[in-house]
């Protein structure tokens, strides 16, 4: 019996670093910015860093440092890239048992162009973990008492029902981060699925979608996502920090302020970090803390596993505002 078993992608990140590249403004990007080189020029390289990323891996990586039992159930090629992240599993502690093999596409790739700012743009090659298929999964072998599922994408994404109903069939507690592609899904076929997640976490963006209220409105877009999830619903801000409902109260915790080396993984981080804190405390504040604690130190390190918090590892705790129905913010207590 596993107490986590995490759904998702392996990715091989590979870093270049630049001096010469730069953030110019610019209306036809999306967040009217873009990561800018000379065209026909050759640019210099400060620095290349190679690392092992992707949802399924980063999540497991920080459950196994909180000392849970854990295994990874993902499909990476049969090429020399995907040894390296099933060493690096096996190094963790991650059962990789449960790891699918293919020659069909390439194991994940990310290439992160990195500017002196630390502004950065990311290439996304979503290979092997897209082709993971319902014959590929050892079901009667899945025994947890969580699945945390990290974004799917390809023919994975098509079985984020069916993972949850066997989920919900075999009393599993299901921890869910969806993607577009999942949040994408035909409305009332989205609905089945949402009220069998215990907890659903997305950031401001996804949020704002999902509930189509503006994202400004917290209090309005949780009364939307409180209908829609019988559990936790969680919206991460980035730098802004975190807001967090189970039916009853608004949770609310800003970001610590550190220095950032590296933003890669910091949204796993505190994810992972968040149901590490509930599966052991049982409270959302103690959750919320744990969580933040953990993204603020991967973001203090290259690389989406570097830094993560171990099990017993002191760290620093935010305030954690409470709030119900229109009482003002009161700052939570509670002794952890």
């Not at 065209?39 to 920080?62: Q, R, Y």
């Not at 604690?293 to 290259?302: E, H, P, Q, Y």
Request: glycine share 8%; charged share 30%; hydrophobic share 40%.
């Amino acid at each position: 019996m596993f107490d986590i078993i995490t759904f998702g992608s392996g990715t091989n990140d590979v870093y270049f670093i630049s001096e010469d590249l730069m953030v110019v403004e610019e209306k036809k990007f999306l967040t009217k910015k873009g990561l800018c080189l000379s065209l026909g020029s050759k640019i210099e390289v400060k620095d290349i860093l190679f690392k092992i990323g992707g949802g399924g891996t980063n999540t497991a990586h920080t459950f196994r440092k909180q000392g849970f039992k854990v295994a990874w159930c993902g499909m990476v090629d049969k090429d020399f890239a995907s040894e390296k992240i099933i060493n690096e599993l096996k190094k963790a502690g991650v059962e990789t048992s449960f790891i699918s093999r293919t020659d069909k596409k390439l194991t994940n790739y990310s290439i992160i162009l990195t500017a002196p700012n630390r502004e950065r743009t990311i290439l996304v090659y979503r290979g092997a973990s897209g082709e993971l298929r319902r014959e590929d999964i050892p079901w009667q072998k899945l025994k947890a008492k969580w699945f945390y599922l990290a974004p799917l994408s390809g023919k994975l994404a098509n079985l984020f029902e069916e993972i949850v109903n066997f989920a919900r069939k075999n009393k599993i507690k299901v921890a869910a981060n969806p993607g577009d592609t999942q949040l994408s899904l035909p409305k009332t076929k989205l609905k089945r699925i949402l009220k069998k997640i215990d907890i659903l976490i997305l950031n401001q963006e996804e949020a704002s979608a999902l509930s189509k209220v503006p994202y400004k409105e917290e209090k309005e877009i949780f009364k939307k996502l409180d209908n829609l999830v019988p559990g936790i619903c969680i919206m991460t801000k980035g730098p802004e920090g975190v807001v967090v409902s189970d039916g009853e109260y608004l949770y609310t915790a800003p970001a610590l302020k550190e220095k950032i080396l590296d933003r890669t993984g910091a949204g796993d981080a505190f994810s992972s970090g968040f149901l590490s804190g509930f599966i052991k405390n049982k409270s959302i504040p103690f959750a919320i803390q744990l969580g933040v604690a953990n993204a603020a130190s991967c973001l203090k390190k290259w690389g989406a596993k570097e830094g993560l918090l171990n099990k017993n590892q002191k760290y620093p705790r935010v305030k954690v505002g409470k709030v119900k129905c229109n009482e003002e913010t009161k700052v939570c207590q509670d002794k952890f």
